[in-house]
């Protein structure tokens, strides 16, 4: 767990500088944390209707379900590139971007950037049972990283950020 979304110490994370002002609510600190400074970052990477819907989804976020999940401890970066394993088996995790935010956020990382199996996600929802409709949720959680990734690479990160803005907030609005 963790006393807020966010962190007590606001202390940014990334690159980007993304803020971490505690919150009370993971709507509230997606929204105002993450996508509405995303927003402004990709200003000019992102198509203009994909800025206009990011901005829209955060007064929609509580209608995704689980949204009144208590924060969570995430890693915050959790890709396998940032998973190594020991000559004895053990894996470690490195370059944290730790925060309290929603539990679903780390498991949408997993699946973003691979390298992680089936078998790990049973275990987890095992340990800690998973909300129904939390692969639905996937594309919304994966949006933030997403975004980050279109403003510091481009390429292909910029459409793959769009049609994850596009399936949560309904069909693109550019030809």
Same mark, same amino acid.
């Given at each position: 767990?963790?006393?807020?979304?966010?962190?007590? &110490?606001?202390?940014?994370?990334?690159?980007?500088?993304?803020?971490? +002002?505690?919150?009370?609510?993971?709507?509230?600190?997606?929204?105002?944390?993450?996508? +509405?400074?995303?927003?402004?970052?990709?200003?000019?990477?992102?198509?203009?209707?994909?800025?206009?819907?990011?901005?829209?989804?955060?007064?929609?976020?509580?209608?995704?379900?689980?949204? &009144?999940?208590?924060?969570?401890?995430?890693?915050?970066?959790?890709?396998?590139?940032?998973?190594?394993?020991?000559?004895?088996?053990?894996?470690?995790?490195?370059?944290?971007?730790?925060?309290?935010?929603?539990?679903?956020? &780390?498991?949408?990382?997993?699946?973003?950037?691979?390298?992680?199996?089936?078998?790990?996600?049973?275990?987890?929802?095992?340990?800690?049972?998973?909300?129904?409709?939390?692969?639905?949720?996937?594309?919304?959680?994966?949006?933030?990283?997403?975004?980050?990734?279109?403003?510091?690479?481009?390429?292909?990160?910029?459409?793959?950020?769009?049609?994850?803005?596009?399936?949560?907030?309904?069909?693109?609005?550019?030809?």
């Amino acid at each position: 767990g963790a006393p807020s979304f966010g962190r007590q &110490d606001g202390r940014t994370t990334g690159s980007r500088a993304l803020p971490n +002002q505690p919150c009370s609510t993971w709507a509230e600190f997606y929204g105002t944390q993450r996508l +509405q400074p995303l927003a402004r970052l990709a200003a000019g990477v992102l198509a203009d209707w994909a800025i206009a819907q990011l901005n829209a989804l955060v007064g929609r976020l509580a209608e995704f379900g689980a949204a &009144d999940e208590p924060p969570a401890r995430l890693h915050g970066d959790l890709w396998a590139g940032n998973r190594l394993v020991d000559h004895t088996g053990t894996s470690w995790l490195i370059d944290p971007a730790a925060h309290g935010g929603h539990r679903e956020f &780390d498991l949408a990382m997993m699946r973003l950037f691979g390298g992680f199996d089936d078998a790990e996600f049973a275990a987890y929802d095992e340990v800690h049972p998973l909300t129904d409709g939390w692969q639905e949720r996937i594309a919304l959680h994966q949006i933030a990283p997403l975004v980050v990734h279109a403003v510091k690479f481009g390429g292909g990160y910029v459409g793959a950020a769009e049609r994850a803005i596009a399936s949560r907030t309904g069909p693109c609005l550019s030809s």
